[in-house]
């Protein structure tokens, strides 16, 4: 199963549908509803808090999640880690959408390739430097998305299950980060 993008788990499903395999399939559905979840429950935190605070609250409920994950011991759970790992990335995915007017995917990088080649093709077209500055800031998301793909192995190998707390860690700096964003801008300059 694939916990942050669900193309693959809707093409295994449909394979397993059209092999009639009724239990193959549901363990494909079982994620792919998890994310549904996840997007619908971001969006109504969202409308709900009506501010600038739904991400900090999004991700609350992200590192809460991800710490909880770190005591599941590798097995018989993995599917319920899994399943609880697609809605993380669901929530992830929705309430992170933009970075410097750009639109990302912070859970899978298909998206960020296509639009930092096409940044490039036209800036080789038009030479509109920000075109390039934007394809650079695409291929540069891919290039932290693989770093953290290489120390998730390693750490993996290190701390087991309990690597999922890194990630966590980190989003507890972002989630210090938002805050002190928020701080900044709410302050008026000075005259």
């Known amino acids: 199963m694939f916990a942050n993008a669900q193309t693959g788990n809707m093409v295994l499903l449909g394979i397993r549908l059209a092999e009639r395999n009724w239990g193959g399939a549901v363990r494909y559905l079982i994620p792919i509803i998890a994310f549904a979840a996840g997007v619908l429950l971001a969006e109504w935190i969202q409308s709900t808090l009506k501010g600038r605070r739904w991400r900090q609250a999004v991700l609350l409920l992200e ?3 991800l710490a909880v994950i770190g005591f599941v011991p590798d097995g018989s759970w993995n599917w319920a880690v899994n399943v609880a790992v697609s809605f993380v990335c669901a929530l992830q995915v929705e309430a992170f ?7 990302y995917a912070t859970t899978m990088c298909t998206g960020n390739l296509r639009s930092g080649t ?10 509109n430097e920000v075109l390039l500055s934007n394809g650079i800031k695409y291929y540069a998301i891919i290039v932290v998305f693989i770093v953290g793909a290489m120390l ?3 750490l993996t190998g290190w701390m087991a299950e309990r690597a999922v707390w890194v990630p ?14 928020a701080a900044e801008q709410s302050v008026p300059p000075l005259p």
């Open 152 to 154: 998730g192995v390693f």
């Open 97 to 103: 959408r933009t970075m410097h007017g750009l639109s």
């Open 63 to 65: 590192i809460a999640l």
């Open 168 to 181: 966590a860690g980190l989003l507890v700096i972002v989630f210090s980060l938002l805050f002190q964003c």
């Open 118 to 127: 096409e940044c490039i093709f036209l800036y080789f077209q038009t030479k």
